[in-house]
């Protein structure tokens, strides 16, 4: 089994749509999360961290449940420009190893 | 605009020749990794330094593989006997002020005939 796991989808959706992500890991003991967006042949970029509060960062929302060991992002309002791989990244317990999903593509169309 | 640079962007060689990356942060970080990423998967850990010191090297980074980062400045990375296994994006990463968090630069994609 994967440490962390996504579902490649793509996700398709017409702009101005709502859709999530979800995201699986293994390791209970995990204790940083994030949601990295990466463009196709680009490095990935730090999209944003996820607390056990959950937090919100304009349209974008990242939810951490512990007990299912699952993380969320969700996007609203989508735009063309959120066409990309959103990859889920769990800290390992070294704390500075990111472990990576294999991404979640997602395109927005017109 | 990212806070390190990576040279060359591209590199094509051939299956038994030896390669070096270097990774250039732009302003001084303490903490610097090396991932792989093959394609339709995402970045694999290979290595960390904290300054000068290498503190952890990934089962991935075989006999084949160095990293060095002299005086806690650049890196490089050398991969000896290429295989065409290796073709991959290299990403050098520099850690950012919340300790955990990584930003990448923009990556050296290894091709190996």
């Known amino acids: 089994r994967k440490e962390v796991e996504q579902d490649p989808g793509p996700f398709n959706v017409p702009e101005g749509a709502t859709v999530a992500f979800n995201c699986t890991y293994s390791?209970?003991?995990?204790?940083?999360f994030f949601w990295y967006r990466q463009d196709c042949r680009k490095e990935p970029k730090l999209l944003m961290s996820?607390?056990?509060s959950g937090n919100e960062d304009g349209r974008f929302t990242a939810q951490l449940n512990r007990a299912s060991q699952y993380i969320s992002l969700l996007i609203r309002d989508s735009k063309l420009s959120d066409s990309a791989t959103y990859l889920c990244?769990?800290?390992?317990?070294?704390?500075?190893?990111?472990?990576f999903g294999s991404g979640t593509r997602l395109l927005v169309r017109p | 605009d990212t806070g390190v640079s990576q040279n060359p962007r591209h590199k094509i060689t051939k299956r038994g020749q030896n390669v070096t990356f270097r990774c250039d942060p732009i302003?001084?970080?303490?903490?610097l990794y090396w991932y792989r990423q093959t394609l339709g998967q995402g970045p694999e850990f290979l290595t960390y330094?904290?300054?000068?010191?290498?503190?952890?090297k990934s089962r991935l980074l075989s006999d084949r593989f160095s990293a060095e980062r002299p005086k806690g400045s650049f890196s490089t990375l050398e991969i000896q006997r290429t295989e065409q296994g290796d073709s991959a994006m290299y990403l050098c990463?520099?850690?950012?002020?919340?300790?955990?968090?990584?930003?990448f630069g923009p990556g050296t994609r290894l091709t190996v005939l």
């Open positions: 330094f904290q300054n000068e010191a290498q503190l952890e």
């Open positions: 302003s001084e970080h303490n903490r």
């Open positions: 390791n209970s003991a995990s204790q940083s």
């Open positions: 996820v607390y056990s």
């Open positions: 990244v769990v800290v390992g317990d070294s704390s500075y190893k990111l472990i």
């Open positions: 990463a520099y850690g950012g002020p919340t300790y955990n968090e990584q930003f």
